[in-house]
């Protein structure tokens, strides 16, 4: 295939190339060029038959005249181009003049009777429109285009402007405030502190208390970091700069430290307010990781030693506060953090139960909600959830309610919107043949059978097959009734054998394994690869951990050292894989006992798809955990 491509490609540039000598070969010559002083002589003579006046250009033809004439008047023999012997009578006879200004030409013209057209016009205007404005005026849009993207702006002088966003005075003008956030009480309460710090500090001036010079946000994505910082602008009544850390480092060197500075001024002039920099790893970065050879300059180094100068530069007396966000405190620079500078770290951590169902009804408060949706229980089934999470699951609900043409948001519609956030979006329309599908109800029906008879896993709340985002061909909803922080032992490991009950249900109805277990495979050799290395929960390792540590490298960069023997990971592997081997069993042996149930439950999700977890108590009985809990709970009421 590919030298019948290269042929067509040759044979196509040959083919070009004969059309173009055959252009060459056959078109005309160009015709001559002579004075002006010539074309006089000619016209004395009355020899031109006509001419064309075109822009102070004259192309003309002559009259049948002798080569003698011709020789005569222009002073030397013809001398034919090359390939014009066939033109021969037709290029002796037309000639061409450039740069011609002559006003009497045309009077002269009509005196000797030869037929002419156009006009010798100049055309200088077109010509400056054309040749000069035309050409600076491209260069200029250009010019700014380019400068606009490097941050110049409009002015080429404003590169080393601070591009912050400026809010009023006047906190009506801002439309977040405290009453808008939600879930993160804590972090609330010290940014209080500061605001009314900022309105109120003879308060806390008169026990000579200092205001903070920084306060750094820290928390995963989502959190309400940024939030937190709008409702401060809203709440303190003083200008507040929002800047992203991004906006200083551009292309040219020195541009970043520029904007710090001028950031600084701006600040100093305004004070007391607020200068909020938004993802600071952008300009914070370790500098012990970027060391570079042959003397070369780093921007970002640059841009952050001019923050670093400029914290360190103005009195927190003057009312000015730094505040920062960053989700990646391990990576900013030890300078940085020190005390002095950013004095404060608060943790914007994800919400407990208490906090998402606070954020629901932040979210809910401009919705139309239906009389069945309970708040409490979809913060219960939302465990883990960030706040911009639960702004998703909102907006999607209110689509999803308004794409089927209701009037109000339900249950329904929010549960949907909780799976389409967790699992993807539902693809009825994946066609999958009848054999797959049974094994993959089958498979669900294993995860779902051995996790609802196992004491220390998460309870069961819906069992489907319905095709769900890139390569989910069911799934099996488990989550906590409550939030979790610490794991047992025995949690992880009848989490390991519900991951691996698909695998065995396969293994036990068919008698042969799909690829449908690969992400329940590696979720369950993650687990337990954790409970060997970081947990110690390993008999053979004992109370050790062997996580990998990260340390600098020469010349920069870091790699991730191994501090234990060759011996000692054999033993991780050993230990990983027995685990996983005697999860692998406990599973197989429940869905022995339970084989009934488990055909059971397959056969009805191939028939309605969907099985809720009403639905599962009346196919699978009890739940094992709910026995589980319910003994503890009967047995704290003894001790007390």
């Not at 904007?259 to 370790?286: M, N, T, Y």
């Not at 089958?442 to 489907?464: I, M, N, R």
């Not at 042996?589 to 397959?602: G, S, T, V």
Request: charged share 30%.
């Amino acid at each position: 295939m590919e030298k019948r491509v290269k042929f067509s490609l040759w044979y196509l540039v040959f083919l070009v190339m004969v059309l173009w000598f055959w252009q060459w070969l056959m078109a005309p010559p160009a015709p001559r060029e002579i004075t002006y002083k010539q074309f006089r002589d000619y016209l004395a003579r009355d020899l031109i038959a006509r001419v064309e006046l075109k822009d102070r250009v004259i192309v003309g033809e002559l009259k049948a005249v002798p080569d003698s004439v011709i020789q005569q008047i222009e002073g030397h023999p013809l001398q034919l181009p090359a390939r014009a012997e066939r033109w021969k009578e037709q290029w002796k006879r037309k000639f061409t003049v450039v740069r011609v200004q002559d006003d009497q030409l045309v009077h002269d013209l009509q005196v000797h009777g030869v037929d002419y057209k156009g006009t010798l016009s100049s055309g200088w205007v077109r010509d400056l429109f054309l040749l000069w404005i035309v050409p600076l005026a491209v260069l200029v849009l250009i010019w700014g285009y380019v400068f606009r993207r490097m941050g110049g702006g409009p002015n080429v002088m404003s590169f080393g402007k601070a591009r912050a966003k400026i809010y009023a005075e006047d906190p009506k003008k801002s439309r977040v405030t405290f009453a808008d956030v939600a879930g993160i009480d804590e972090a609330v309460e010290e940014v209080k502190e500061i605001v009314d710090f900022l309105k109120n500090p003879k308060k806390y001036q008169r026990l000579g208390g200092k205001l903070p010079k920084g306060v750094l946000l820290v928390g995963p994505p989502g959190t309400g970091k940024t939030l937190l910082a709008k409702a401060v602008a809203g709440e303190a009544g003083v200008p507040f700069f929002s800047i992203s850390g991004s906006e200083f480092v551009e292309m040219f060197v020195g541009v970043g430290a520029a904007r710090v500075r001028d950031l600084f001024a701006q600040a100093r002039a305004k004070a007391p307010c607020i200068v909020f920099i938004d993802e600071i790893d952008a300009i914070g970065r370790s500098r012990a990781h970027g060391v570079y050879l042959g003397g070369g300059h780093d921007e970002r180094e640059s841009t952050l030693n001019q923050l670093l100068t400029e914290m360190d530069g103005f009195d927190s007396s003057a009312g000015v506060v730094i505040m920062a966000a960053t989700n990646r405190p391990d990576v900013l620079d030890p300078a940085l953090l020190r005390p002095g500078r950013f004095d404060r770290q608060i943790v914007v951590d994800r919400p407990d139960l208490n906090g998402r169902e606070a954020i629901f009804r932040v979210h809910t408060r401009n919705l139309v909600l239906g009389k069945d949706v309970d708040l409490r229980l979809l913060a219960a089934q939302t465990p883990g959830f960030a706040g911009a999470e639960i702004a998703n699951v909102c907006n999607e609900a209110a689509l999803l309610a308004a794409r089927k043409g209701k009037s109000r948001i339900e249950m329904e519609d929010f549960e949907e919107a909780i799976e389409r956030v967790v699992a993807g979006l539902k693809k009825r329309n994946k066609l999958i043949n009848p054999r797959e599908r049974e094994i993959v109800a089958y498979h669900e029906s294993g995860h779902a059978t051995v996790g609802w008879f196992l004491p220390h896993a998460d309870p069961v709340h819906k069992v489907s097959i319905v095709p769900r985002g890139v390569g989910a061909l069911g799934y099996t909803l488990q989550a906590p009734l409550e939030d979790r922080y610490l794991l047992t032992k025995e949690e992880l490991l009848d989490r390991i054998t519900a991951l691996l009950g698909g695998r065995a249900a396969e293994q036990l109805v068919f008698g042969t394994i799909s690829t449908g277990a690969q992400n329940d495979l590696q979720r369950a050799t993650e687990i337990a690869r954790n409970m060997v290395v970081v947990y110690g929960m390993s008999e053979k390792l004992g109370n050790l951990s062997f996580v990998e540590s990260e340390q600098n490298s020469f010349l920069g960069g870091s790699a991730l050292r191994r501090e234990f023997s060759e011996e000692t990971a054999r033993i991780v592997d050993e230990e990983v894989r027995r685990i996983v081997e005697e999860c692998y069993k406990h599973a197989t042996e429940i869905l022995r006992d339970k084989r009934e149930r488990l055909e059971k439950l397959a056969k009805t999700l191939l028939e309605k798809e969907i099985v809720e977890r009403p639905e599962l108590e009346a196919i699978l009985g009890p739940e094992a955990s709910d026995r589980f809990r319910q003994e503890e709970a009967d047995q704290h009421g003894q001790e007390k």
